[in-house]
């Protein structure tokens, strides 16, 4: 069964701390994603990463970064929690696209983070 | 920055009655995605649409790709309770290492009252 597994369900923060979201795929995806999810705001993307150590900025990636050091594994870092930052964050990971539609994405859980 | 705008945001229907939810966009796509989203987990696929004019179906759910690929639809006929959950649409980015990169829609909440 494919599998993506992010670290935490729920995780409260402190308003400045150094936090780190955790996902993990067993599938040998390219591709991996971040997004958070609010309320009628759908599923904005943080981050993308299409090869180790390649990514790109999405729509909302101010107060992020990522890393990517090993294929299977994608990290998220807020570098300094603020209370906006309080989300739903959703981890993915699809394969490299052919332009043939083949890239369905799997996605973790999520981990909804309070910073307060 | 490509935008998906995805409509209504929210449905409450009762069963047996047909809905259809919209996809759109200014921006053209290699692929339109439609997921569904249960509480407390993540999206799952539901379909994928390549080509333009292309149609779908899945049971009661009828997926369409317009012709220019900018937008899509979803149609559920005769709705059940069963279909209550959170629809997406994602719009798959065109050329290089844009495939694969997924512009999500806002979400329709579908809530269909027995």
């Known amino acids: 069964d494919v599998k993506v597994t992010q670290s935490s369900r729920y995780l409260v923060k402190r308003t400045g701390e150094k936090v780190f979201l955790e996902c993990v795929q067993d599938?040998?995806?390219?591709?991996m994603f971040w997004y958070r999810q609010d309320p009628g705001l759908g599923l904005r993307l943080i981050y993308f990463?299409?090869?180790?150590?390649?990514?790109e900025k999405g729509d909302i990636p101010e107060g992020y970064s990522v890393s990517r050091e090993k294929k299977e594994r994608f990290s998220l870092i807020l570098e300094s929690a603020s209370t906006n930052q309080t989300s739903m964050y959703l981890c993915?990971?699809?394969?490299?696209?052919?332009?043939?539609?083949?890239?369905?994405?799997?996605f973790g859980q999520g981990t909804r983070l309070t910073v307060v | 920055t490509q935008l998906l705008e995805q409509s209504p945001q929210f449905l409450s229907i009762q069963e047996g009655e047909n809905l259809t939810v919209y996809c759109n966009s200014s921006s053209v796509f290699s692929s339109l995605q439609w997921y569904r989203q249960e509480p407390g987990e993540g999206p799952v696929l539901l379909v994928t649409?390549?080509?333009?004019?292309e149609v779908k179906k899945l049971k009661r759910l009828t997926f369409q790709f317009g012709d220019a690929r900018k937008d899509s639809s979803l149609h559920i006929t005769a709705a059940q309770t069963g279909d209550t959950g959170l629809y997406l649409c994602?719009?798959?980015?065109?050329?290089?290492?844009?495939?694969?990169?997924?512009?999500f829609g806002q979400g329709t909440i579908l809530t269909v009252h027995p």
């Open positions: 649409v390549v080509t333009g004019g």
């Open positions: 990463s299409y090869d180790v150590k390649m990514k």
């Open positions: 993915a990971s699809s394969p490299s696209g052919t332009g043939q539609g083949n890239t369905e994405a799997f």
């Open positions: 599938m040998d995806h390219e591709n």
């Open positions: 994602a719009g798959e980015g065109a050329g290089g290492t844009s495939y694969g990169k997924l512009t």
